[in-house]
């Protein structure tokens, strides 16, 4: 049914991160690398392209650079098949000002809409690790015959202040009656009282319903032109909003240990935990479901090595992923991601940390728990998340659970 109508996907990507400062405070959100050699980015685009999505447009406007290089130079699709990935910074379209909400962006964007005329425009969030097939929910949304549709998950109601929070009419459950965008309290589910009904920020609608959405909502001066905030609560006092749960989604290829995972790693907390999740022999997230890949971009890198150093010790590695171009020499890393092009030095020891693109690391330094952004040396014997005062004082971030942070290109000294 939904192959004969037109589909047009729009990803929000202009979003700050705030919350995953200093990670974000050269780079948008989307573009922070993850599991290695992945953006988050790639979670969203490669699920809207394994459900069959050609036409695809990401707004950006935070910081964007390196996240429209990623694009530009990872997702370009054949132009003999018009199928595009485009990324498309905020243009001020209508004035002289930035997209003030993710509805104003695409109230900004409507001419990349109407140049498509498409049915059906899927809207989805570019920061959530997660598989879904889009084309499962589409069905779903034709089939309920309302204008707009929202994706959501169950959670913990103790998590119901990050989140649209749904309710649905008990004698129709595909249809919304209350949308509260991050409620600080919530009625949990009549069987699950514990949980609550999260919308995952995405979205499939109609292309007319869309359009009158976000013109009507560009025009009233107290609203924050947000989807979560402003769009689907509108939809929803309508009664024009269904739902659809991602458990009724079922992806080729999926464990029963990942089938409905979904994790939104907004904060440095649940980013470090996403990465717990990939690396253990049974992971709760498996990148490796050849049957719905997660693409990303294709480093020109000769393989990962590992070598005994000048003594002989060849170290080891446990519960790692480690990524093309990385140079290990009789270190020893445990539970622990590293990106591309990651040297550590010898006796060195890695444990359950992330370490992104060009880590250097000096022989006999020690690393725990932290996150390493991009080009960070740790000088020979340098320590990092055994003290955390220290580290505090050095300028590093680390967070009431105990996790140290260090930001790009920092240079840290025993
Ligand atoms: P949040 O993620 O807190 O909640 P928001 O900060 O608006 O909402 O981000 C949603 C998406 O829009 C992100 O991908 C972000 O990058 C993007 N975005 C934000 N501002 C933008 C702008 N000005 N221009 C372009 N893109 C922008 C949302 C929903 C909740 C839902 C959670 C799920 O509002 O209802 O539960 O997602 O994580």
Known sequence: MA???????????????????????????????????????????SNLINSGLTKIVVLTQYKSHSLDRHISQTWRLSGLLDSYVASVPAQQRLGKRWFSGSADAILQSLNLIRDEMPDIVVVVGADHVYRMDFAQMIQAHIASGLPATVAAIRQPIELSDQFGIIQTDPSNPAKITEFL????????????PHEVLASMGNYVFNTDALIDAVIRDGEMTDSNHDMGGDII????????????????????????????????????ESFYDAHQDLISALPIFNLYNSEWPIYTQQLNSP?????????????????????????????????????????????????????????????????????????VVVAAGAMIGIDHARDRERGFTVTDT???VVGKGVRVEP
């Open 402 to 404: 105990g996790i140290t």
């Open 233 to 268: 609560p509108d939809f929803v006092s309508r009664g024009q909003a269904g739902v659809y749960d991602l458990s009724h989604n079922e992806v080729p290829g999926a464990t029963d240990r990942d089938r409905y995972y979904w994790r939104d790693v907004g904060t440095i």
């Open 303 to 375: 393989p990962a090595k590992f070598v005994r150093d000048a003594k002989g010790n060849s170290g080891t590695t446990v519960e790692s992923i480690v990524s093309l171009g990385c140079l290990i020499s009789g270190a020893r890393i445990e539970r622990s991601v590293l990106g591309p092009w990651v040297t550590i030095g010898s006796s060195a020891l890695v444990q359950d940390s992330v370490l992104f693109d060009r880590v250097h690391i000096e022989p006999d330094a020690v690393i725990r728990r932290a996150i390493l952004d991009k080009n």
């Open 181 to 192: 965008e991050k409620p600080k309290t919530a009625t949990g589910l009549a069987d699950a």
């Open 3 to 45: 192959a004969s109508k037109k589909i047009f996907g729009i990803v929000l990507a202009g979003g700050e991160g705030k919350r995953l400062m200093p990670l974000t405070a050269d780079r948008a959100k989307p573009g922070v690398p993850f599991g290695g050699g992945y953006r988050l980015i790639d979670f969203a685009l």
